[in-house]
């Protein structure tokens, strides 16, 4: 189950990147928001961070205007490792190196084809487990 929340700023990319988990055939949980009028990203961010701390999802997504906002927020949650993307090469990178467990994205920043390329690998690309990334994962938690 893939967790997805969004401020104002990101409604629309939520919207087009649901419906790209649905022709995917994935299931998610949207934590909202449900429309464009003004709110304030923590408390997304924060909803889908608890939702993939308490294990009661296994990833999330979360977009606001920039997504920086949004992931700062996310990151706050004990083991949460928000990951700011904005192309291909770092989705992937978060994934193989830091097993980041929640994707931020900012609206204002990427487009709708990019942010859907940028989702697919995020989702398909799985945690090398190397010893030295483990490790230094570790090293986040204290």
Same mark, same amino acid.
């Given at each position: 189950?893939?967790?997805i929340g969004c401020d104002h700023g990101g409604?629309?990319?939520?919207?087009?990147?649901?419906?790209?988990?649905?022709?995917?055939?994935?299931?998610?949980?949207?934590?909202?928001?449900?429309?464009?009028?003004?709110?304030?990203?923590?408390?997304?961010?924060?909803?889908?961070?608890?939702?993939?701390?308490?294990?009661?999802?296994?990833?999330?997504?979360?977009?606001?205007?920039?997504?920086?906002?949004?992931?700062?927020?996310?990151?706050?949650? +004990?083991?949460? +490792?928000?990951?700011?993307?904005?192309?291909?090469?770092?989705?992937?990178?978060?994934?193989?190196?830091?097993?980041?467990?929640?994707?931020?994205?900012?609206?204002?920043?990427?487009?709708?084809?990019?942010?859907?390329?940028?989702?697919?690998?995020?989702?398909?690309?799985?945690?090398?487990?190397?010893?030295?990334?483990? +490790? +230094?994962?570790?090293?986040?938690?204290?």
């Open positions: 189950m893939i967790a409604f629309k990319l939520k919207q087009a990147v649901m419906k790209h988990l649905e022709e995917r055939g994935l299931e998610y949980k949207d934590y909202g928001t449900y429309s464009d009028e003004s709110c304030d990203y923590p408390v997304y961010g924060k909803a889908v961070a608890n939702a993939v701390a308490s294990g009661e999802c296994d990833r999330g997504i979360i977009i606001c205007g920039t997504g920086i906002g949004i992931s700062i927020a996310a990151n706050k949650i +004990r083991g949460i +490792r928000a990951a700011l993307c904005g192309d291909c090469f770092s989705a992937e990178a978060t994934r193989l190196h830091n097993d980041a467990n929640i994707l931020a994205m900012g609206a204002r920043v990427v487009g709708e084809g990019l942010a859907l390329k940028i989702v697919d690998i995020f989702l398909d690309t799985p945690f090398s487990g190397d010893e030295r990334h483990r +490790r +230094r994962i570790s090293m986040l938690e204290g």
